[in-house]
Every structure is written in C-alpha cells, then in structure tokens.
C-alpha cells in the first residue's frame, strides 16, 4: 500500500502522471508546487474534515477555531461532554453535531478504530467509515487522503475537483462525482496526486481564464 508521506512521495507521484499522461504537463505548470497537506490521524483530524463540509474555507476555518477554543484537549470524550451547548457556541450545525457525536460514541465503543483504518486497503476503510450515519464517500476519502495518506484516492465529489476539470479540459459543465470517478481511475495508482494537482490548478485559475488542455 503506498503512501503519499513527503514532498519527495508527490514529486514522485508527479513525475510519474506526467509520463503517462503528458496532456497534464499543462494544468501542472498552471498549478505550481503541489502541497503535502498531511494530518495526523484520528478524531481531530476527522473532525476537522467534517466541519469544512459544505462550507467555505472561512466559515469552516472559523469554526474549527471555536471549536477547539471551546473543547480542549478535542477528544471524542470531551466532545461528548461539552454537549449542546459547546457544539452551538462552536457553530456546528445539527447535523454536524450528531454526526460527530456518532463519531465518538462509535470511537469509545471500539466500533471505529481510525488508526487501524489508516492501514486497512481503501475499499475496506470506505466501507467501515460510510456505516457510520453523517459520514459519506467525500470525508472518507478526504480523510484517507490526507490523514492516511493513501496515495490512490481522488475524492470525486469534491466540487473543487469538478470545476478544475472542467476548465482544465473545456467543458461547460463540470461532471458528477460518477462520471469524474470513472474518469479519474486512468490516475491510479497516483490519484491522491492528481487530486492534489487539480486543486492547486483550481486554485491557481479561479477566477480568471486559463487554457484548456487539448
């Protein structure tokens, strides 16, 4: 099972998709250096992933800083007993807050080991994770990605992914998480890079217009 550790793994990785599929030389020189964004694994990195669903970078990154202002050590014990009250002040939404509380009960249980998962094949981990209500396909992989770090995951319904490849590849309308997924296996096994390519690239041309690869 490979993983994505180091810069060294990525320029690896990089190296790699540009040989076989040179049309991505292109969007990689739009995109610049492509960052790490490794985490440790566990119930913080975890939660982290499901306080930025659905929401802007600012508002999750404002959250985020309430939440571990308001619960620390950020445990699934001590997010348990901060209750209701701490969630709101926190500005969690209701379903955010059950979800996380799945999470930690599911956790104390030994139900969810999110250690283990890290070295558990991709297939297995998303199953295990998917069957806990509030979790589903984009934070598992999100999470395997960047706190695993598996090297083969392209989170599909990342919206972010689908505009990038839209205006990478000249199409008006950018595909859903099925069609992108399909598309996105001539990557493997270095999808964990290719997705981390096509953020940089959506980040690098939001905004304003870029070339489209042929």
């Avoid at 599929?21 to 492509?34: K, Q, T, V, W, Y």
């Avoid at 348990?80 to 979800?99: H, V």
């Amino acid at each position: 099972m490979r993983r994505i550790d180091t810069l060294d793994d990525i320029a690896e990785g990089l190296a790699d998709l540009l040989r076989v599929h040179p049309e991505l030389a292109g969007i990689a020189e739009r995109a610049g250096p492509l960052p790490l964004r490794r985490s440790t694994p566990g119930f913080e990195s975890l939660a982290s992933v499901i306080v930025s669903q659905q929401v802007s970078k600012a508002s999750a990154d404002s959250i985020w800083k309430r939440l571990i202002d308001v619960i620390d050590p950020l445990t699934p014990e001590t997010y348990l007993a901060g209750g209701e009250d701490a969630w709101r002040i926190a500005g969690l939404s209701r379903a955010k807050q059950a979800t996380l509380a799945r999470i930690s009960e599911s956790i104390i249980a030994k139900e969810l080991d999110l250690y283990d998962l890290c070295d558990r094949p991709i297939e297995e981990a998303m199953q295990v994770m998917t069957s806990v209500k509030g979790i589903g396909p984009w934070t598992a992989e999100v999470y395997l990605l960047f706190s695993a770090g598996h090297a083969d995951v392209f989170p599909a319904g990342d919206v972010a992914l689908q505009h990038a490849y839209a205006h990478a590849y000249g199409e008006s309308v950018r595909p859903d998480s099925k069609a992108l997924k399909v598309f996105a296996e001539r990557w493997s096994p270095w999808r964990g890079v290719a997705a981390r390519l096509f953020w940089a690239y959506y980040a690098a041309t939001r905004g304003r217009d870029a070339t489209p690869v042929p």
